[in-house]
């Protein structure tokens, strides 16, 4: 009988663990930091094809995303897929591509500069005939391996509503595992 009790008290313990493990886990994963793995070529070198990442879904709660962020986004094509893309142009202004580079003007219609991205190899250009002016709610986004990406220029703006998070932490491959640098 005593064997009995102890087996029912265990049986007790490991459920209320898991309650409290859950209870604990679940919010986490679902509001905080979410799991993604790169797929393709987009965003090489900065990411591989297979690396695991986690993601943070807490920050843009207290702020806005930053120009040079890496961010996992619902594709706006097809929102059951998600993307993975630096932020270019932020809110209010225009971005302009043209012979191989990247320009982004301000809001306040100042000259435009054209952008410093030493994230990619210098050998790539940034192809395409590009000229835009985001809405209050948009984002430009393009992939670090322009030749290689399907981004902004292409299917077009980001709605702020569509991005999931920022890339924090590659968990994998361990020789690369640390926290992302912007």
């Given amino acids: 009988m005593e064997r009995d009790f102890s087996f029912a ?14 209870a604990i886990a679940l919010p986490i994963r679902y509001f905080i930091a979410q799991p993604f793995i790169v ?9 591989e094809n297979q690396e695991y990442l986690v ?4 920050s ?9 962020e890496v961010i996992v986004f619902r594709y706006p094509l097809d929102t059951r897929q998600f993307f993975i893309k630096r932020i270019i142009g932020l809110p209010g202004e225009t971005v302009e591509i043209g012979d191989g580079k990247v320009k982004i003007s301000p809001a ?9 991205e030493s994230y990619i190899s210098k050998e790539l250009r940034t192809d395409g005939n590009v000229k835009v002016t985001l ?3 948009d984002y430009f986004v393009l ?5 290689q990406s399907s981004d902004s220029r292409i299917w077009g703006v980001l709605p702020r509503s569509l991005i999931t998070g920022r890339a924090l932490i590659r968990a994998w491959p361990v020789s690369r595992a ?5």
């Fill in 39 to 47: 797929k393709g070529a987009s965003m090489v070198p900065t990411f």
């Fill in 143 to 147: 992939g670090d391996n322009r030749s």
């Fill in 9 to 22: 008290r265990s049986v007790k313990e490991f459920v209320k663990f898991l309650l409290i493990a859950s």
């Fill in 55 to 58: 993601i943070d879904e807490l």
């Fill in 60 to 68: 843009y709660f207290l702020r806005e995303p930053e120009r040079g």
């Fill in 108 to 116: 306040d219609g100042k000259d435009g500069q054209i952008l410093d």
């Fill in 135 to 137: 809405g209050k709610e």
């Fill in 178 to 182: 640390g926290i992302v640098a912007e």
